[in-house]
């Protein structure tokens, strides 16, 4: 490597030793150059890697050699050849993918993302910012702000990247000119005005010359605000980094022998030390940490982004996308959100369309129900769309399959980003961060959760259960058929009741439909109304329960934690599970109500079988196949159990 002007080489064992704890002990920047084609964004980082003697003889051989192939500066070394590696980008002259470099100084270490300015690569202009705490803005001195400055912009500060080096480039080509320099700052200035929250430090530079990069120019005496190398060893980042939300989202879990079990993954946020008390999310089980352990052994405690297979106290359940945090300090557990997300396919955004949503280490299901707006990039007024084409940015709400956790971007940038994978090509579409919640989102609570008021009390009947029982001369239950649209789940249950009624059994039915033109109207069918719905039905079965009905239940109710939460609210020695498998061909075949037909003509949106998902029951009480059985025998069979578990008396 060519030898660095103001680094002194260790020659001494002692040196060595002391360079290598003060290099050591150095932060790290990571930092992006972004703004529109050819503004010099490559020859900008070739000229810094090349002045602060950041790059190998041979290196530099091999690019002046390249220069007089693919060269665009007419001179004998063009620095943009030192990032641009790809042959169809020395070919065109221009950047296609990120490029990362790495390089240090006696203060600080740096990687730098060389992005794209093409508006078509804006999508790996969002994946190399998304690591970054600042950014380098280009623009070009003969053009001014344009399209893309904005646009890349606009995505830097979306991505929480609070730092902004705007460097006005080719000052040379202007003549050094300062009123050209004001002119594009007033311009900037004035559309950065409504981005919220970047600090913005300008420079007029010449990176193919090198004026400002490295070391001051001579050809600017009227700019005194230091070069770009000292506005980046000396901007202060290390506040920006969030230390004090713990979260910690579980990868895996390690089983080694049966008696260690750990959990392993990186430190997004915060700081975790042993015998901190911890909640896993989403199902808010409390424990102590017992140990931390790293590739090197055993430590106290553990900071972002140190990867780390955590022991916890007690027998807690605890697997991949579930997340450790503080117990009085924890992260928003939803279904529903919304969130800022630029549009990365060429295909455009499918409302109400399946897709996949990765958050952390979390993988789920999910669709856009609504795009809110999107954005004028120009001007960033909000414009009413009803999908996003390729590169273009909106506020949309998403509302996943099951519950996961997250903190607004803006305040964590670990649990606040995700990316959208399309299910069918297994392709990213699109990258977003989280907002506070919407309107529409509702957290997750738990069945057994204590009521928001604290000025009510539990009433006691004078009427006892075995009062109930012998006067109706039954045991109250409740029958929770769960089955496809058309597996025959209301016919059974019609079945059942007429039956049990014949018998003189006191009985009642709770279907889907009947109770959504009333109780629940107010519900649709994304992911957390269906659980809302569930939710609501379950109380009411307790209640008629508690008044010593039997309850026959009629619901899809697709997820198993949704029947779960149901089993716990009405109470497991009360609750029967009773699976309707009937296989998505024969329902599609019946399809009484036309249901599947709408959807698979995209009339009806998150529907379960097509594009949202059914979890069969695992242990089902009682399993009934209506391919080949009929309703009646379906409903025998049901009696039959009944007449087992002696809730009423065999005939």
Request: proline residues 4%; glycine residues 6%.
């Amino acid at each position: 490597m060519l030898d660095s002007p103001n680094t002194a080489v260790p020659t001494t064992e002692a040196e060595v030793i002391q360079y290598l704890k003060r290099h050591g002990a150095k932060d790290m920047l990571r930092f992006l150059t972004a703004g529109s084609v050819d503004d010099g964004k490559s020859t900008l980082i070739g000229r810094l890697l090349y002045d602060s003697k950041m790059i190998y003889e041979d290196q530099l051989a091999a690019v002046i050699e390249a220069s007089s192939i693919h060269g665009t500066t007419d001179t004998d070394f063009d620095p943009a050849l030192l990032t641009d590696g790809l042959k169809a980008e020395r070919e065109q002259g221009i950047t296609i993918d990120v490029a990362y470099r790495y390089f240090s100084t006696d203060k600080r270490n740096f990687i730098i993302a060389d992005t794209p300015g093409h508006e078509q690569y804006t999508r790996n202009m969002a994946t190399g910012a998304s690591t970054c705490d600042l950014a380098v803005i280009l623009v070009d001195a003969r053009h001014g702000v344009l399209e893309q400055t904005r646009r890349h912009s606009f995505i830097a500060s979306l991505l929480g990247i609070r730092h902004l080096a705007v460097c006005i480039n080719k000052m040379d080509l202007v003549d050094y000119s300062q009123e050209t320099y004001e002119r594009i700052r007033h311009e900037y200035e004035g559309f950065a005005a409504k981005l919220q929250g970047v600090d913005l430090h300008f420079i007029p530079i010449s990176a193919l010359r090198g004026d400002n990069v490295v070391d001051p120019s001579e050809h600017m005496p009227w700019y005194q605000g230091g070069s770009l190398l000292y506005y980046l060893e000396t901007v202060p980042v290390s506040t920006d980094r969030n230390l004090i939300d713990m979260r910690f989202p579980v990868q895996y879990v390690l089983r080694p022998d049966l008696n260690y079990r750990g959990y392993c993954g990186t430190i997004a946020s915060g700081v975790l030390r042993t015998g901190d008390e911890v909640v896993a999310l989403p199902s808010g089980r409390r424990t102590r940490v017992a140990s931390i352990t790293t590739y090197e052994g055993d430590v106290a405690e553990a900071f972002p982004p140190m990867a780390v297979t955590v022991t916890v106290e007690d027998e807690v359940d605890v697997s991949r996308g579930d997340m450790l945090t503080h117990v009085n300090n924890r992260p928003h557990v939803a279904q529903d959100f919304e969130a800022i997300v630029v549009w990365m396919n060429e295909e455009p955004l499918k409302l109400n369309g399946s897709y996949l949503i990765k958050s952390t280490t979390n993988l789920v299901p999910a669709a856009i129900t609504d795009l809110r707006y999107r954005f004028d990039i120009n001007s960033l007024h909000r414009l009413e769309a009803k999908t996003l084409q390729v590169n273009e940015i909106g506020r949309v709400a998403i509302s996943a399959h099951r519950a996961i956790c997250f903190d607004p971007y803006t305040r964590n940038r670990s649990t606040g980003a995700f990316i959208i994978i399309d299910r069918s090509t297994n392709a990213t579409v699109g990258a977003g961060m989280i907002l506070d919640q919407g309107k529409s989102a509702r957290e997750t609570t738990p069945a057994t959760a204590e009521p928001k008021s604290t000025h009510i009390r539990r009433e006691v009947s004078h009427v006892s259960p075995a009062e109930r029982a012998g006067l109706l001369k039954q045991k109250a239950a409740t029958l929770w058929l769960t089955g496809l649209s058309g597996s025959g789940k209301s016919t059974i249950a019609q079945a059942l009741e007429r039956a049990l009624f014949d018998r003189g059994q006191a009985c009642f039915i709770l279907d889907g439909d009947n109770i959504r033109h009333g109780l629940n109207r107010d519900l649709g069918f994304n992911a957390s109304d269906r659980t809302e719905n569930i939710r609501r039905v379950s109380e009411v079965a307790s209640l008629l329960n508690d008044a010593g009905l039997l309850v026959i239940t009629s619901f899809i109710s697709p997820y198993r934690d949704d029947r779960a939460k149901a089993r716990e609210i009405v109470g497991p020695e009360r609750f029967i599970e009773v699976f309707v498998d009937t296989p998505l061909e024969t329902c599609e075949q019946r399809d009484p109500k036309g249901l599947y037909q709408k959807a698979r003509a995209g009339e009806i949106a998150q529907f379960t079988g097509i594009d949202a998902p059914y979890e069969a029951p695992e242990e089902a009480e009682i399993t009934l196949s209506t391919a080949t059985t009929p309703a009646a025998e379906s409903a025998a069979r049901i009696i039959a159990f009944m007449e087992r578990q002696h809730l009423f008396p065999a005939r």
